[in-house]
């Protein structure tokens, strides 16, 4: 392994470490994320607990570091499959972050902030179909499951040399998504509300 890759891969998985609904909360003096809520430190709990402010700049930190990942990698030269795997160690880090006890969330903002620069329609592609499951539905997780999960299907027809390093990253998504899978399939999967 080339001494550059193995550098960008733990200054992605170092980046992802940084979870900002951890961070966020502390500064707002909420409870931590983990545990309250579906005791995942991701935007859509801080929604829950705080409302949109709080919610939306956790997002932004999270889509923002996926990207830095991703793109970074592009430009400094790395081939699509290990700009793959910086995207994929830059959701571990958010799944299972050195930082905060090895104790993350699901890394679907982080996820969708790595498939970002493949493509501005990608990415349009993505929210849309997220915004249209979470609509009809109420679950965020539903939505994060189909719209990551159709991702390497959108960009076979955007640009199809990233299909690989998109569907490892959305496979690492939908395996950390299985929790709540058995909580739809048993009726406890909480919708997405402010309490």
């Known amino acids: 392994m080339q001494l550059d890759f193995l550098l960008v891969l733990i200054i992605s998985y170092l980046l992802g470490s940084i979870n900002s609904a951890i961070i966020f909360?502390?500064?707002?003096?909420?409870p931590d994320p983990r545990t309250v809520g579906s005791?995942?430190?991701g935007a859509t709990n801080v929604y829950r607990m705080a409302g949109k402010t709080v919610a939306i700049a956790v997002l932004f930190f999270d889509v923002l570091k996926g990207i830095i990942a991703t793109w970074g990698s592009y430009y400094i030269g790395l081939t699509p499959t290990e700009i793959g795997f910086a995207g994929l160690a830059c959701c571990l880090g958010h799944m299972f972050p050195v930082f905060f006890k090895f104790?993350?969330?699901k890394a679907v903002?982080?996820?969708?902030?790595?498939?970002?620069?493949?493509?501005?329609?990608?990415g349009i592609s993505l929210l849309c179909i997220w915004y249209l499951v979470f609509r009809k539905t109420g679950y965020s997780s539903i939505a994060a499951i189909i719209s990551v999960g159709i991702s390497p299907l959108v960009t076979l027809y955007i640009a199809?040399?990233?299909?690989?390093p998109v569907s490892m990253i959305a496979c690492l998504?939908?395996?950390?998504?299985m929790p709540n899978v058995l909580r739809l399939l048993d009726g406890t999967e909480p919708k997405t509300k402010r309490n």
């Open 25 to 30: 909360s502390k500064l707002q003096n909420l």
């Open 109 to 122: 903002a982080t996820g969708f902030g790595c498939l970002l620069p493949v493509g501005i329609t990608l």
């Open 39 to 41: 005791n995942n430190p």
């Open 103 to 105: 104790q993350g969330g």
């Open 173 to 177: 998504i939908v395996l950390r998504h």
């Open 160 to 164: 199809d040399k990233y299909v690989l």
